[in-house]
């Protein structure tokens, strides 16, 4: 009879044993692979194209500068031929982005191949992925110059602002692509040793000049993207002090200013855009959390004086992006209906929390945006290189 009872008691206890933790890096690459390698073969398709292969009359800059112009800025109905005015969160179609656009191909071209890598170890996409890493920072006839004087101009007002420092999040995904790699033999150092020149001369020139300098000052999500390029670049450059920088400003600077009590972000609720700045704002936090996160200073589990921390950041957001009808706001003035997609910090604080949740909706979600803003604000699509 007592066996009878201790077997029983077995049975009932593990009826009630939670599923095992799911091995969410496994089971990703798993869900990824078919678009991956789509992806890869795509990419194995591409001829490079730099900032050397299109320009604008209206930039002040040369042949091999980054140029831009302001998205929500328009020719003033008063004043037709005058300086441009602003309409918070309404994109200008007319306004020149090739610049931005030959960026972001050069961040699928780079982060579809190195995914692919990652899968397959085949060199073949190293190899390919060489030719586009030479044509933007190494070759002298078409590489771009490491600054971003002339980005997110306004017709009539400035020949470049520091809010396109912003338009540089897509270099991400190619520094971390080349940390990958750099595992593979036909990597040769001097091709990483001078990538790993240019994108230290970009980091320098991000922390003394006048744009760069206004744009970590800045209180809101260019900020957290300011710190989250500084934290990737120098990551592939192993600067330390740099990185050791940038969790103390993210735990001193940016948590605690931008981040309220219960886990939301006020500057970006007073958008016209609150829902898509709030995912964008917590992704770049994600982020930071992510590349610099050690064993010693773990930022996922950092908290600020008021309880802050990335967690009660995920927990404010997240039946929101699970159910976007529950959002208490007014929908944004555009792009309403293509946010969320697979959001990076579903599936990084999915991993870090253990949160199976979160890493379901992500799985759902669209992992192949098409919409143009949607991708604007979305530097991490390849999150296999990051795993």
Known sequence: MKTVKLLLFFLIATSFTAAPVIDIKKDAAALLKEQVMKEARWALQQAPVTVTAESSPRSSGGKHDFFSEADYFWPDPKNPEGPYVERDGLTNPDNFVAHRKAMI???????????????????????????????????????????LWYAQAIKGKHQGRNYGIIDTIHLMEVAQGVLVFERSGIFKKNIADGIK???FAYTVWLNTSKPGLQEKAIKNNHSSCWAMQVASFAKLCNDQPMLDSMRLRYKNVLLPAQMAADGSFPLELARTKPYGYSIFNLDAMVMLCQILSTPEDNLWTYQAKEGQSIQTGIDYLFPF??????????????????????????LFGAKAFKKESWYQTWARLDHHPQVEEVIRNLPIRHPLIWL
């Open 105 to 147: 191909r050069l961040s699928n071209v780079i982060g579809a191949l190195a995914s692919a890598y990652v899968l397959t170890g085949d060199e073949k996409y190293v190899k390919h992925a060489i030719l586009h890493l030479e044509a933007w920072f190494l070759n002298p006839e078409t590489l771009m110059n490491p600054n």
């Open 197 to 199: 020149k240019w994108f």
């Open 321 to 346: 992006v699970r159910d976007k009808q529950k959002w208490p706001l007014k929908p944004d003035v555009m792009y309403w209906k293509d946010w969320p997609v697979a959001q990076p910090f579903l």
